[in-house]
């Protein structure tokens, strides 16, 4: 992990821990994220994975070690905390949509409240977005009018509409059926390939060859293998990431 | 061919029959066993003792009343004195309960035990030694001779005084119709502009109507004062009684207030309910989106919670409603008591217990339908929610 000391990373975290009551979740983790990186983060359950992706953004506070987002640390100082997660988007395993608003509504109301966009532009670029991932159509529904993939396409153009520099996933296609998944990977993909940093937590392994800069294999709170795609695919040195790979690659 | 009795149709047809015609035996009986046992003791049935002047008097009404008033009139102040107390002491209650309820949902680890303190004592005392309780407190507030004042209002042990306006019964009973309109214009608004504005201008428009119903109310009053005499007309001391003003006796006082601490209790655990339905999902993603805690709790947490709450909400409020006949027991002249009293007065026993049943049953069932409504606009449209 030499790249810790790189200036420009979009992320750094460094020797970071977090307890649960006495449950070690988080044990001295390190990783360093560049601007336009994009890592898939993987492991089995209960690793920790999803509990480092938001301590990023502070859904998770951590109780030791740094963690730096965009040149800014995230600590107790709220103006840091508000300004790291206007930088960064998050999606979420069970799309989260806010029920009572329309699907616009949904897209519109961040960046009008926390970024102060006048409505109409607001409402340009949430139509932007929706086309993006390609439900326009669906703009004046309500969100439990809509499929789990339609929905969690519409979670991602609501973090998009802030226009982060950052997006999170935590595991954006579990909850979905498996014609689903695909539509809402090609969303992920398209959004890989135009540059944006991505960390994804996800057991999709297609996804993470096809669009990982580095995979990440967490185990019992700590990050046991880190590697680019091929190399983790097929020269893992960990034993523990051999038997986790074969169970999601086995069949 | 199935056997006549053993066919599904026909058993459910045979039962409805028992049923129907054993609730018309039941009904009948009724009818008839009343009938004779009224003729036997001389009292002549029917509605005609409405038209009669009662004789007696109110201690408490919005509207003038003698002595020389008939019984459809008295019926008519107890009604409308149920609403002004059951309006009132629904408005604190919700006030009372919003406030606890908040306090225990809070993570002030302070505010959640005095919000608990106060559950756990309000909730579990009874309703009529609560009004006993208040009762006692306010008759022994000062005399009005060491009234406690503020803001032209005087309390006294006699009641409180409040600044009445000096305006005629018609031009009172209008403004009241823009105040109901302060209530639906918001809720229509809301529903009109809803895909066109986001929620932030909505809230100004909602309350742009509010304001608009409120100021049409004032108008109303304006037009309608009394010829040369200011608008309002303050409470004042004259020889040994206050003079002017509204006055509201210590037995309302009591019950509005132990209707709101009472029913607040209950009230602060529907909200309370209702905030701990609201999914930490949506909570997580407002403020992933950098939303602030303030803004998160006015556009997400409290929208879902008001929907979790208002169907059991509406519950609490019948229910309330109904402990305003806790007024017999204080001595303020509600529609139970106006009963009970006619009861006394008439011995039309039969009628005046069907017009009190009727009575509650128009307000509760018209209170029903109105949050029925709110619940079918507000719903959450479509079945595919998660999380």
Same mark, same amino acid.
């Given at each position: 992990m030499n790249s810790t000391q790189s200036p420009g990373a979009a992320v750094r975290i460094e020797n970071l821990d977090k307890y649960y009551g006495t449950f070690h979740a988080l044990r001295n983790v390190n990783l360093s994220v560049e601007r336009g990186e994009k890592i898939v983060v993987c492991g089995p359950s209960g690793?920790?994975?999803?509990?480092?992706?938001?301590?990023?953004?502070?859904?998770?506070?951590?109780?030791?070690?740094?963690?730096?987002? !965009? +040149?800014?640390?995230?600590?107790?100082?709220?103006?840091?905390?508000?300004?790291?997660?206007?930088?960064? +988007?998050?999606?979420?395993?069970?799309?989260? !949509?806010?029920?009572?608003?329309?699907?616009?509504?949904?897209?519109?109301?961040?960046?009008m409240i926390v970024r102060k966009r006048p409505r109409a532009e607001a409402e340009a670029t949430a139509r932007r977005y929706l086309e993006k991932v390609r439900i326009p159509e669906q703009a004046t529904k309500f969100p439990g009018q809509l499929s789990g993939g339609q929905q969690q396409r519409v979670a991602i153009a609501r973090a998009l509409c802030m226009q982060p520099q950052i997006m999170l996933f935590d595991e954006p296609t579990s909850a979905?059926?498996?014609?689903?998944?695909?539509?809402?990977?090609?969303?992920?993909?398209?959004?890989?390939?135009?540059?944006?940093?991505?960390?994804?937590?996800t057991h999709e392994m297609g996804f993470a060859r096809r669009v990982a800069d580095r995979v990440i294999f967490m185990d019992g709170g700590e990050i046991v293998e880190e590697a680019p795609p091929e190399e983790f695919f097929t020269s893992c040195r960990n034993e523990r990431t051999r038997q986790f790979l074969s169970q999601v690659l086995g069949h | 061919?199935?056997?006549?009795?053993?066919?599904?149709?026909?058993?459910?047809?045979?039962?409805?029959?028992?049923?129907? +015609?054993?609730?018309?035996?039941?009904?009948?009986?009724?009818?008839?066993?009343?009938?004779?046992?009224?003729?036997?003791?001389?009292?002549?049935? +029917?509605?005609?003792?409405?038209?009669? $002047?009662?004789?007696?008097?109110?201690?408490?009404?919005?509207?003038?009343?003698?002595?020389?008033?008939p019984y459809w009139w008295f019926f008519l102040i107890g009604i409308i004195n149920t609403l002004f107390l059951g309006s009132i002491g629904l408005l604190l209650a919700t006030v009372v309960g919003t406030v606890v309820g908040l306090a225990r949902t809070s993570s002030n680890e302070l505010a959640r035990l005095l919000g608990r303190t106060y559950v756990d004592i309000f909730r579990n005392i009874p309703l009529i030694l609560q009004a006993f309780f208040w009762y006692a407190i306010i008759t022994h507030l000062p005399t009005p001779r060491a009234a406690h004042e503020a803001w032209g209002m005087l309390l006294t042990s006699r009641g409180l005084y409040l600044p009445a306006p000096n305006v005629g019964g018609v031009a009172m009973a209008l403004a009241i119709l823009p105040l109901f309109a302060a209530v639906a214009l918001p809720v229509w608004l809301g529903r009109t502009s809803r895909l066109s504005r986001p929620v932030g201008e909505r809230l100004v428009i909602q309350l742009a109507g509010i304001a608009a119903a409120l100021a049409c109310a004032v108008l109303i009053l304006i037009v309608g004062?009394?010829?040369?005499?200011?608008?309002?007309?303050?409470?004042?001391?004259?020889?040994?009684?206050?003079?002017?003003?509204?006055?509201?006796?210590?037995?309302? $006082?009591?019950?509005?207030?132990?209707?709101?601490?009472?029913?607040?209790?209950?009230?602060?655990?529907?909200?309370?309910?209702?905030?701990?339905?609201v999914g930490k999902g949506q909570v997580e993603?407002?403020?992933?989106?950098?939303?602030?805690?303030?803004?998160?709790?006015?556009?997400?947490?409290?929208?879902?919670?008001?929907?979790?709450?208002?169907?059991?909400?509406?519950?609490?409020?019948?229910?309330?409603?109904?402990?305003?006949?806790?007024?017999?027991?204080?001595?303020?002249?509600?529609?139970?008591?106006?009963?009970?009293?006619?009861?006394?007065?008439?011995?039309?026993?039969?009628?005046?217990?069907?017009?009190?049943?009727?009575?509650?049953?128009?307000?509760?069932? $018209?209170?029903?339908?109105?949050?029925?409504?709110i619940n079918k606009a507000i719903a959450l449209k479509g079945n595919q929610l998660r999380g």
């Open positions: 690793s920790g994975k999803s509990t480092m992706i938001r301590c990023i953004n502070r859904l998770e506070q951590h109780n030791g070690g740094r963690i730096t987002v !965009l +040149g800014t640390e995230l600590n107790d100082d709220v103006g840091n905390i508000d300004g790291i997660r206007r930088e960064v +988007g998050m999606v979420f395993q069970h799309f989260n !949509l806010f029920p009572h608003m329309t699907v616009l509504e949904n897209c519109m109301i961040a960046p979905l059926d498996p014609e689903m998944i695909a539509e809402v990977l090609d969303v992920m993909v398209t959004l890989a390939s135009e540059g944006m940093t991505m960390i994804c937590v | 061919m199935i056997s006549l009795l053993r066919n599904q149709k026909v058993r459910n047809a045979l039962l409805q029959v028992f049923y129907v +015609g054993s609730l018309a035996a039941l009904v009948l009986a009724g009818v008839v066993i009343a009938r004779r046992n009224l003729a036997e003791q001389g009292i002549t049935s +029917g509605f005609d003792f409405l038209y009669k $002047s009662t004789g007696w008097d109110v201690s408490f009404s919005l509207l003038p009343v003698t002595a020389n008033d004062r009394l010829p040369d005499a200011p608008l309002l007309d303050f409470p004042a001391l004259q020889g040994l009684n206050l003079k002017g003003g509204l006055r509201i006796p210590p037995e309302f $006082s009591a019950l509005a207030v132990a209707i709101a601490i009472y029913g607040g209790s209950y009230i602060a655990e529907i909200v309370r309910g209702g905030f701990k339905a993603a407002a403020l992933s989106l950098g939303l602030s805690p303030w803004r998160v709790f006015t556009l997400v947490k409290l929208p879902l919670a008001l929907r979790a709450m208002l169907p059991i909400l509406a519950n609490q409020y019948v229910w309330l409603i109904k402990a305003t006949t806790m007024g017999i027991a204080v001595g303020f002249t509600d529609f139970f008591m106006i009963v009970a009293l006619t009861i006394n007065h008439s011995g039309q026993t039969l009628e005046a217990i069907g017009i009190l049943m009727a009575g509650f049953l128009t307000i509760n069932l $018209s209170l029903a339908a109105v949050f029925n409504r």
